[in-house]
C-alpha cells in the first residue's frame, strides 16, 4: 500500500491553481516522500489541469506526462498543480484565469512566468522541488525573480509527452528547485527515455554535480548580454559570480552573438505561429463547457473562444493567425525561421571556442504587480532568455545576489546535449538563494 503526505502549509503566493490535501507516494525510490509540484500544463491522471485557462477549467487527463509518471516512480508525492501564465504565454504570471501569482521575496512584486507558481511554491518553502515547463524563459525568468535555481534542459533531452503545446519546436519541461542539487536529481528522474515522444533524444542524464570541474573551464561573456536594457546593477552582481568562477579556476572570454539582434522579433513569430495551430483544438466541442448545438458551429466557435481565452492568448493566437496567412507567411514566418537558424549557428559557433556562455538571466529584478501592462514591454524582457530556445541549447539560471533586496539570477548556456557541464558551472557558483 502507498504512504500518504499530508499537506499542512498555507498557499499565500496563490502558487496553486489546484493544492492536495494529501498525497500519495510510493516508498523506496530516489525522491520517495518528497513534495514536487507540479506546473497546470503538464498532464497528471485523475488531477484537474486547466493550463491556467478557463478553457479547460475541469478537465481530467486520463493518463500522466511521461516525467510525472518517473517522478512517480521514484516515489514523489505529487502535492499539485502549479500557478502559470495562461497556455505560457505571459513573463509575469499575471496573465492565469485563477488570478496572479506573487512573489514569496516581495508580495507587491510577480514572480515571473510563466511558470511562476512552480518559482513561488519552492521560494515560498512549500516543496522543495518542482516541475516547469520553458518556451522563452519561462522557467529561468521566474528562477531568477524567486532567488531559485531553474534549467531548461537541451531540447529533446526531457520527454515532451503529456505538455500541453504551446510552441512544439521552442519549449521543454524542466526542472526547478532551491538548490542545484535538486535540479540535478529531478533531471536524472524526468530524462529517462520516451517511446511515445518521437523529438525525444535516447540520452538521459545520469550525472552528480562537480563544481570542482570549473578549474580550467572557458566561460564566453557575450557583449549583447550587458547591453541597452540591462540593469547596471543586476550586470554588476553576474560580473561578481563571474569573478568567483574565475578565482575558482575559470577562464573568461570576451565574445559576441550578434544575431541577438533578431532573436526576440523570431520567436515571437514561431512561437505565435505554433500557438495559432495547437489552439485550435480548443473549439468548445472537446474541451471545456458545452456549446450551444443549434447555432452555426463558426458563430458558436467564435464566441466560445472568444469567453473563455484570456486576452493575451487572443492576442497570440491573431498574431500567429496572421503571420501564416496567405501573403504573409514568407514575409514573416519563413523569414523568422532563417533567423532561428542564424541564432543556432552563431551559438554553436561561439561555443566551439568556450565551453559555457554565462550573463544576467533577466535584465531586471521582478517588476511590480502591474507594471508590465504593455504587452511590448512584456515581450521585451525575454530579450537574454529567448536565445536559448531558438539554439535549442541547455540554460540554467542561479542566484548570484541581490538588487534592492530582490534575488538576481546568473544564466550559464551550454552546448547541445551537455547539460552536465551547464549543471557543474552552476554548483560552482557561490549561490545566493531568496
Known amino acids: 500500500m502507498p504512504d500518504i503526505f499530508e499537506i499542512t502549509c498555507e498557499d499565500e503566493n496563490n502558487a496553486f491553481i489546484t493544492l492536495l490535501k494529501s498525497a500519495e507516494y510510493e516508498k523506496g525510490g530516489i525522491l520517495s516522500g518528497i513534495p514536487v509540484a507540479v506546473k497546470d500544463n503538464i498532464s497528471t491522471k485523475g488531477i484537474e489541469t486547466t493550463a491556467g485557462s478557463k478553457i479547460l477549467k475541469e478537465y481530467i487527463p486520463p493518463y500522466d506526462a511521461h516525467v510525472v509518471a518517473m517522478l512517480k516512480k521514484e516515489g514523489a508525492a505529487i502535492v499539485g498543480k502549479t500557478n502559470m501564465d495562461e497556455f505560457g504565454m505571459g513573463t509575469t504570471?499575471?496573465?492565469?484565469?485563477f488570478g496572479p501569482t506573487t512573489n514569496p521575496c516581495d508580495p507587491t512584486r510577480v514572480p515571473g512566468g510563466s511558470s511562476g507558481g512552480?518559482?513561488?511554491?519552492?521560494?515560498?518553502?512549500?516543496?522543495?522541488?518542482?516541475?516547469?515547463s520553458d518556451t522563452g524563459g519561462s522557467i529561468r525568468c521566474p528562477a531568477s525573480f524567486c532567488g531559485i535555481v531553474g534549467l531548461k534542459p537541451t531540447y529533446g533531452r526531457v520527454s515532451r509527452y503529456g505538455l500541453i503545446a504551446y510552441s512544439n519546436s521552442l519549449e521543454q519541461i524542466g526542472p526547478m528547485a532551491k538548490d542545484v542539487s535538486g535540479v540535478s536529481t529531478l533531471m536524472k528522474i524526468i530524462s529517462a527515455p520516451d517511446e511515445f515522444d518521437s523529438t525525444a533524444y535516447h540520452n538521459q542524464y545520469t550525472h552528480d554535480p562537480d563544481p570542482e570541474s570549473i578549474k580550467g573551464k572557458k566561460i564566453g561573456i557575450p557583449s549583447e548580454y550587458f547591453g541597452e536594457g540591462v540593469d547596471e546593477r543586476v550586470a554588476e552582481k553576474v560580473r561578481d559570480a563571474v569573478g568567483v568562477l574565475e578565482e575558482l579556476g575559470a577562464e573568461t572570454v570576451e565574445c559576441s552573438i550578434p544575431s541577438m539582434s533578431y532573436a526576440l522579433a523570431a520567436y515571437y513569430v514561431t512561437c505565435t505561429s505554433e500557438a495559432s495551430s495547437n489552439l485550435s483544438r480548443f473549439d468548445g466541442i472537446r474541451f471545456g463547457p458545452k456549446v450551444d448545438a443549434k447555432r452555426r458551429w463558426h458563430?458558436?466557435?467564435?464566441?466560445?473562444?472568444?469567453?473563455?481565452?484570456?486576452?493575451?492568448?487572443?492576442?497570440?493566437?491573431?498574431?500567429?493567425?496572421?503571420?501564416?496567412?496567405?501573403?504573409?507567411?514568407?514575409?514573416?514566418?519563413?523569414?523568422?525561421?532563417?533567423?532561428?537558424?542564424?541564432?543556432?549557428?552563431d551559438f554553436l559557433r561561439v561555443l566551439k571556442e568556450v565551453d559555457v556562455l554565462a550573463g544576467p538571466t533577466m535584465p531586471n529584478i521582478a517588476y511590480k504587480l502591474g507594471e508590465k501592462s504593455d504587452p511590448l514591454e512584456m515581450y521585451l524582457s525575454d530579450i537574454l532568455t529567448v536565445?536559448?530556445?531558438?539554439?535549442?541549447?541547455?540554460a540554467i539560471s542561479v542566484p548570484c545576489g541581490k538588487v534592492d533586496n530582490m534575488p538576481v539570477g546568473l544564466q550559464i548556456i551550454g552546448k547541445h546535449f551537455d547539460d552536465e557541464t551547464v549543471i557543474d558551472t552552476a554548483a560552482a557558483c557561490k549561490q545566493e538563494a531568496a
Open 387 to 394: 536565445p536559448a530556445n531558438l539554439a535549442g541549447v541547455p
Open 93 to 97: 504570471t499575471e496573465n492565469s484565469a
Open 299 to 345: 458563430e458558436e466557435f467564435r464566441d466560445f473562444r472568444g469567453e473563455y481565452f484570456g486576452e493575451e492568448v487572443i492576442r497570440r493566437i491573431m498574431l500567429g493567425t496572421f503571420a501564416l496567412s496567405a501573403g504573409y507567411y514568407g514575409k514573416y514566418y519563413a523569414k523568422a525561421q532563417i533567423a532561428k537558424q542564424n541564432v543556432r549557428k
Open 118 to 132: 512552480s518559482a513561488a511554491a519552492i521560494a515560498s518553502g512549500m516543496v522543495p522541488m518542482a516541475l516547469g
